[in-house]
Every structure is written in structure tokens, then in C-alpha cells.
Nanobody, 113 residues
Framework: QVQLVESGGGLVQAGESLRLSCAAS??????IGWYRQAPGKQRDLVAT???????VYGDSVKGRFTISKDNAKKTVSLQMNSLKPEDTAVYYC?????????WGQGTQVTVFS
């Protein structure tokens, strides 16, 4: 069983920054990352980072968001800069382990113009 606990969401104005964090009970060898889901929309990839540190970003966040991790602390962070209203969503931490998808409870990010 993997537990993921997100923190750091909030309400910000467009152009501002937020930093999300996810504390994991384990990392393992699988990528860990962030997805987001806006009301009425599907859950989409934001960013993932592999055990070796390779990163993948969704097209809409490239150049604005940065994912990083601390293996010793088992945390993964998402630095979000130049936020836009369309970034408004619930952000979920995700890890797949032994074929099972694990999700955090989600943290709300709201960006107003």
C-alpha cells in the first residue's frame, strides 16, 4: 500500500506562483508525478519524474512548471510559475507500483485573473 499526501494548493492571481508538495510512503523504481482535473474534464498529466530524474511535462505547462524530488525525504514537488486561470484544477499526486495506481487526496489550485 502506498500513501500519498499533497499540500500547497491555494488561491492565487494570474502570473503568480505556487509550490505543491507530495509526501510518499515509498518511492520505489516507478515514476512519480502530478495530474490535474478541472471540473467536467478528464484527469490530465501535469508532470512526472523517473527514479533516475528524467522528467515529462504536459504541453500546457512546459516552461512554466518544474517537477523535482527528494529521495531521502520521499517528497516530490511541483513549482508552478506564471500561473493562468486555465491552470485551475484539483492537483493529484500519482505513483504506479506493481501495476496499481495510487493517488493522493488532491489539492485545489485556483487561479483568478
Amino acid at each position: 500500500q502506498v500513501q500519498l499526501v499533497e499540500s500547497g494548493g491555494g488561491l492565487v492571481q494570474a502570473g503568480e506562483s505556487l509550490r505543491l508538495s507530495c509526501a510518499a510512503s515509498t518511492f520505489g523504481i516507478n515514476p512519480i508525478g502530478w495530474y490535474r482535473q478541472a471540473p467536467g474534464k478528464q484527469r490530465d498529466l501535469v508532470a512526472t519524474i523517473s527514479s533516475g530524474g528524467s522528467t515529462v511535462y504536459g504541453d500546457s505547462v512546459k516552461g512554466r512548471f518544474t517537477i523535482s524530488k527528494d529521495n531521502a525525504k520521499k517528497t516530490v514537488s511541483l513549482q508552478m510559475n506564471s500561473l493562468k486561470p486555465e491552470d485551475t484544477a484539483v492537483y493529484y499526486c500519482h505513483l504506479k507500483r506493481f501495476g496499481v495506481d495510487y493517488w493522493g487526496q488532491g489539492t485545489q489550485v485556483t487561479v483568478f485573473s
